[in-house]
């Protein structure tokens, strides 16, 4: 097994923002991500899991460092005051490195 390490990062936010949020992760390089619903407790509340304005949603973007050190700065700059979301960031090992 050839693997390359590549930056997973994962963002837990309000669907409300869910649109533009995937515009800002493209334009910002992104090459593609996973969105799945999530639920949960923070800070904020209980967040349910419908698919409406009150849910929250769990993307996963695969990319190299650069591009999630500029999302990750992006979001925290533009969403972190107004909008219930964290970030992290884990290496991961990819097998087809040219995908990310």
């Not at 963002?11 to 910002?28: G, K, P, Y």
Request: with cysteine; charged share 25%.
């Amino acid at each position: 097994m050839n693997s390359h390490t590549r930056k997973l990062l994962t963002i837990v936010t309000e669907a409300a923002i869910e649109t533009v949020l995937l515009q800002d992760l493209e334009r910002l390089g992104a090459h593609g991500y996973t969105l799945t619903e999530a639920r949960g407790k923070g800070g904020r509340g209980v967040r349910k899991s419908d698919w409406d304005a009150s849910s929250n949603v769990r993307i996963e973007v695969v990319c190299d460092a650069a591009t999630a050190e500029a999302i990750a700065a992006h979001l925290q700059a533009k969403y972190y005051d107004d909008y219930a979301m964290i970030l992290f960031v884990t290496d991961v090992a990819v097998l087809r490195p040219e995908k990310f």
